[in-house]
């Protein structure tokens, strides 16, 4: 048993909104990245990693306005090692109450080799220029040996102690490419701590990728060994296979107090509000066995399982669904609730309308939904505000009109009437059923050129008058986005996925390709 008189504070850094958004086809729009930094920021997130300015206008944007809005976290930015970034930082931070640069650069021989092209004693030039500057806008920069999960230990002792010296005030160990088992990660930690003489002027961070599921055990191994920073995402999200998971990370650590001599100040009941907001806004749905957020983390289905948690919670469940934010997402508003109420009831689900014409249009939706359904949940909420968001980012597309029908002994068809830059137009296509006849006649109009690489279709909430959620991915000519759409009828949400996807893909061709604007 750990001596647990005095629990020492665990840093929890979010980089949902950064490391999160580099999940092919996750990309958020600044309003989304709004909702979810102030939804980070009520759980008591330490650190949100808004994003990386230098990478794109709309990054250096979204940084900035949260830097601005953001009160009880610390904002962060990242940036390469080069005084263009380092300065795109600074100035995306200038307003925030609390702000951290983030700089990185590869330490690893096969990085340093192949990607840097750079000498060793060059990255470590490079790493001290950069945090020196950092320092010219904040007192508070980390930094990262970016795959130091695979650098060679005296190398990369030698540009910790250097980074510390030139005023880095956390030092973040990461293994990049998820390589890392357990025991060789917490031993890492532990040598680094016993070598670099000026460790106690730096707080030690971690951040480990998923390739090999192994992302929360590897960060959960670090903590034991001494670091004191944890860098996550909610529901994992993140590059490739992804990050390490908050919510697992923050409830191993809660529940395991006996052997953790470290806490979080997260609220955990926030945790499962912010899951389905990550998920709702990405598009990327939660398995239904993922610890903690999954709809059966808190299920029984057994018969000796249920006997034992009538006659005692603790005999099958170690922590509460309610401590984590299960069990109040009932909704009690309905046709006559008034805007005052839909309003109040939306913000502390961690959104807020920029204007009184965005708030009146989703009000309308929400009376719509009233007249519909005869109850109304949170995640119906969530979906609604989500839906009203797709159709405001500037659309090119938009569904007017569609008609399928569907029959044992007859092909599918589907008619569909579409707006394209503001003119109607029309296409009937057959396929293999409702949704392929759907899609087909929508292509016949847009002829994108895409490829459908998924569609996924998850309800919303119980009973026959849910709304169905369907996800969509389409790639084109290597740019990967990710459409969504909400509905209590299934074609139509499909058919709302769609061209969500499609509007998406032709703003990224407007982004990377301009000369192509005319088509997607």
Avoid at 192 to 206: G, T
Avoid at 304 to 318: C, L, M, N, S, V
Avoid at 343 to 365: I, V, Y
Avoid at 377 to 394: H, I, M, P
Wanted: one cysteine or more.
């Amino acid at each position: 048993m750990k001596d647990n008189t005095i629990k020492e504070r665990l840093v929890i850094f979010d980089t949902t909104l950064r490391d999160g958004e580099q999940s092919p086809g996750a990309s958020m729009t600044q309003e989304e990245k709004i909702r979810i930094a102030r939804l980070l920021e009520k759980m008591r997130v330490d650190v949100i990693e808004a994003g990386f300015p230098a990478a794109s206008p709309g990054d250096f944007n979204s940084v900035k306005a949260i830097a601005k809005l953001i009160e009880d976290s610390t904002v962060c930015g990242l940036a390469r090692a080069n005084p263009k970034d380092v300065a795109r930082a600074g100035e995306a931070l200038k307003s925030a109450k609390s702000g951290r640069i983030h700089t990185f650069i590869a330490t690893s021989p096969i990085h340093m080799q192949h990607k840097l092209c750079m000498r060793p004693d060059e990255v470590i030039e490079h790493a001290v220029a950069a945090i020196k500057q950092a320092r010219g806008y904040t007192d508070d920069v980390e930094f990262s040996p970016e795959d130091a999960g695979r650098s060679e230990l005296d190398f990369l002792c030698r540009v910790i102690e250097q980074a510390i010296k030139a005023g880095a005030r956390t030092i973040n160990i990461p293994d990049t490419v998820g390589y890392n088992l357990p025991a060789q990660f917490g031993g890492l930690i532990e040598k680094l701590l016993e070598k670099i003489p000026n460790l106690d002027k730096a707080v030690f961070s971690v951040h480990c990728h998923n390739d090999l599921g192994l992302a929360v055990a590897n960060s959960l191994a670090a903590v034991t060994a001494g670091a004191r920073q944890v860098e996550c995402t909610v529901n994992g999200l993140g590059e490739r296979a992804g990050n390490a998971s908050l919510e697992e990370i923050v409830m191993a650590v809660r529940t395991r107090q006996d052997e953790f001599i470290c806490d979080t100040n997260v609220d955990t009941t926030q945790i499962v509000p912010a899951s389905k907001l990550v998920s709702h806004i990405t598009g990327f749905p939660v398995q239904p066995n993922k610890a903690i957020v999954g709809a059966n983390a808190f299920a029984h289905e057994a018969g000796i399982h249920q006997d034992g948690i009538i006659k005692a919670r603790e005999t099958y469940e170690i922590m509460s669904a309610e401590e984590v934010g299960w069990g109040s997402n009932r909704m009690v508003l309905g046709k006559h609730s008034g805007r005052n109420a839909f309003k109040q009831r939306l913000k502390t689900l961690g959104f807020e309308f920029s204007s009184d014409d965005k708030m009146n249009k989703a009000f309308a939706r929400f009376k719509d939904m009233a007249d519909k359904k005869h109850e109304i949940f949170d995640d119906d909420l969530q979906a609604l505000v989500t839906e009203s968001g797709n159709e405001a980012e500037n659309e090119r597309f938009i569904l007017k009109h569609l008609q399928t029908y569907s029959a044992t002994d007859q092909t599918p068809s589907a008619k569909v009437v579409m707006g394209v830059d503001g003119i109607e137009a029309k296409a009937e296509e057959t396929g293999n059923g409702a949704v392929d006849a759907t899609f087909k006649a929508i292509e016949k109009i847009i002829e994108s050129g895409s490829k459908l690489q998924l569609y996924s279709v998850n309800s919303i909430t119980g009973g026959t008058d849910a709304q169905g959620e369907v996800s969509i991915r389409l790639e084109k000519e290597g740019v990967i986005v990710n459409g969504h759409g909400a509905d209590m009828d299934i074609i139509i949400a499909s058919a709302k996925s769609y061209i969500n996807a499609l509007n998406k893909l032709y703003n990224a061709e407007i982004r990377t390709h301009p000369q192509r604007a005319q088509a997607v």
